[in-house]
């Protein structure tokens, strides 16, 4: 049975009250944690639809709408239970006499968005001829060093200099792992680090040559209201992801803890957030590019 006007606004009500928990729920940093190590997996959403599916099935891993799945070959098996998210739709807008508006010469649009559901692998199954599954996204494998980068350095520092960057490695204090200089467009990573290090911290401060250039140096030397913390959880939270996307375990650093800027006000969560998962995936399309586009529901 078709719903209703009023039932399909409910359920937009309810799928944005969802996503703003979600949002609240951040604020743990286990949760922040999780998030960042689910971004590779969900590229092709948007950072509120892949907070939707994580809190409706944190062990979703490949999501597609009912179609895309049968397109496929694949069937949803019976009672299983679709994952919400919010999808945009297109229309033109029209008169009282059903005529399209038009408006500097083109037909009006509006964009507004309604509920719809996905379905995570995990509750399909093949029919006759279905085809083979995306096998995920390829990761480099293990050098024979433990310490080795697997070539992440080198990609990281080839995506940043075609942005007009000049990436230099020179020996630094024992406790600075590197340092960017905004207005010289130059990047600095201590020489004396182990690869894997030089590489984690190269994307670390990428995060901050391509997220932070408009901060204020004095605020962020003083953490002015948090404003250091925040930038360098950003940062260290996009190179998490990055590193991780690579096959890299840099398990000296922690990603920092959140709660203490965020806990008053989850709007700069959020916005920390979605600028984390928009600037590291601007990192992963250059330097581990999908291999196709799909629907994004």
């Known amino acids: 049975m078709a719903q209703s006007k009023s039932e399909r ?28 190590d689910s971004v590779f997996n969900f590229r092709r959403y948007s950072f509120r639809n892949m907070m939707l599916i994580l809190s409706q ?58 509920s719809c559901t996905v379905f995570d692998v995990s509750q399909v199954e093949p029919m006759e001829g279905a085809q083979p599954l995306p096998a995920g996204f390829k990761v480099h494998q293990a050098e024979t060093a433990e310490t080795a980068d697997k070539g992440l350095y080198q990609v990281l520092e080839a995506f940043i200099t075609s942005q007009g960057w000049t990436v230099v490695q020179e020996p630094l204090g024992a406790n600075l792992g590197g340092f960017t200089q905004h207005k010289k467009r130059r990047i600095s ?7 894997n290090l030089r590489a984690s911290t190269l994307a670390h401060e990428i995060a901050h ?23 360098e959880t950003e940062a260290e939270s996009v190179a998490h992801i990055v590193t991780r996307a690579w096959g890299l375990d840099v398990s000296t650093k922690n990603v920092p803890y959140v709660a203490g800027w965020s806990s008053q006000d989850t709007s700069v969560l959020q916005k920390a957030a979605e ?7 601007v990192i ?14």
């Not at 600028?275 to 995936?281: E, F, G, S, Y």
């Open 189 to 195: 990573i201590n020489s004396l680090r182990t690869s």
């Open 275 to 281: 600028n984390v998962v928009k600037t590291a995936r």
């Open 9 to 36: 606004s409910q359920n937009i009500v309810n799928t944005l009250e969802m996503f703003n928990q979600a949002v609240q729920d951040l604020q743990s940093i286990d949760n922040w944690q999780f998030m960042l």
């Open 209 to 231: 040559a391509l997220m932070h250039e408009g901060l204020d140096m004095k605020e962020y030397a003083s953490n002015h209201d948090g404003v250091r913390s925040l930038a």
């Open 57 to 114: 099935n944190p062990d979703a891993t490949n999501c597609a709408g009912f179609r895309t799945w049968k397109e496929m070959g694949y069937s949803v098996r019976k009672g299983e239970k679709g994952l919400r998210i919010l999808a945009p739709r297109t229309v033109i807008v029209k008169d009282e006499d059903g005529q399209p508006v038009t408006e500097n010469g083109k037909e009006k649009r509006k964009t507004y968005f309604t």
């Open 284 to 297: 992963l399309d250059a330097v581990l590019p999908l291999e196709e586009k799909k629907d994004t529901e």
